[in-house]
């Protein structure tokens, strides 16, 4: 099993930055992927940013450009940071994890409320 605990969420004006933080453990040292979710209320959840574990990383088009995803490996942890930030950016940011072996198996965080505000 694997466990993701997300830090570093909070309140920011619009044009700040804010750096979050997931840590994996547990049998983290196979993980494939790792990436982030945001869900606003009354939203569902979406995708955000994934890197894989060569350093591949991939953005939703809202955010390309603001926010960049990065990984430790040697730490099983996971960044975003999020630069420009906007209002609409305000959601519960999820961490996400994903193993690949004989199926695919996926590992959510509880969240951390990420508030921009105008």
């Known amino acids: 099993q694997v466990q993701l605990v997300e830090s570093g969420g909070g309140l920011v004006q619009a044009g700040g930055s804010l750096r979050l933080s997931c840590a994996a453990s547990g049998s983290a040292s196979s993980l494939n992927a790792m990436g982030w979710y945001r869900q606003a209320p009354g939203k569902q959840r979406e995708w955000v940013a994934t890197i894989d574990n060569i350093g591949n990383t991939n953005y939703v088009d809202s955010v390309k450009g603001r926010f960049t995803i990065s990984r430790d490996n040697a730490k099983n942890t996971v960044y975003l940071q999020m630069n420009s930030l906007k209002p609409e950016d305000t959601a519960v940011y999820y961490c996400?994890?994903?193993?690949?072996?004989?199926?695919?198996?996926?590992?959510w965080g509880q969240g951390t409320q990420v508030t921009v505000s105008s």
């Open positions: 996400q994890a994903v193993k690949y072996g004989l199926e695919r198996t996926d590992y």
